[in-house]
């Protein structure tokens, strides 16, 4: 009687682990601040890491600032490890986020983020041209690693429309 227990504990556990990952992964996560904004997008790499995208936003400019930062999802929990400036490779730190299931919105400190829509927008940092994004679907097949971010060649190839 006890295994039938913890099996079925098990197994609602990760049931609801993944129904947390799916609400949250593939999509961009916006919040306002002040002119401009910032965004997240968490999916999940190739290589089967967790990866979290930010992205500082400006007022008259689409991208100011990008990072990479490992990702682990426990319960509400987001926890953000090892970021790194995706153009100069710097080490980034940014606080933990909280996912609220029966708001479907993420908050880190003070700043409240929302889904955007179910196609993830992430403009490319490796182009000069104004406000291009990037093929999401390209970025999950490129193999990432822990504490690794893309080289700026293939994110350049990833190009896929301007926007004005």
Known sequence: MTKILLVATLFLISTFTIANVDTILNKTWFSESGIAGHQYV???AESGKFKAI???LG???CLIKSEIYDLEIKEDSLILDNGRDLISGAS???PNLVF???KIEIREGEFQMRPLGEVPVIFNWATDEFCDEIDFNGLLKINIQSNEI???ESIRELRIKRRR
Request: aromatic share 16%; net charge positive; proline share 0%.
């Open 59 to 61: 007022s008259g400019i």
């Open 100 to 102: 609220d299931r029966k």
């Open 54 to 56: 930010k992205q500082i």
């Open 150 to 152: 893309y080289s700026s």
């Open 42 to 44: 968490f999916f999940q």
């Open 92 to 94: 980034t730190t940014t």
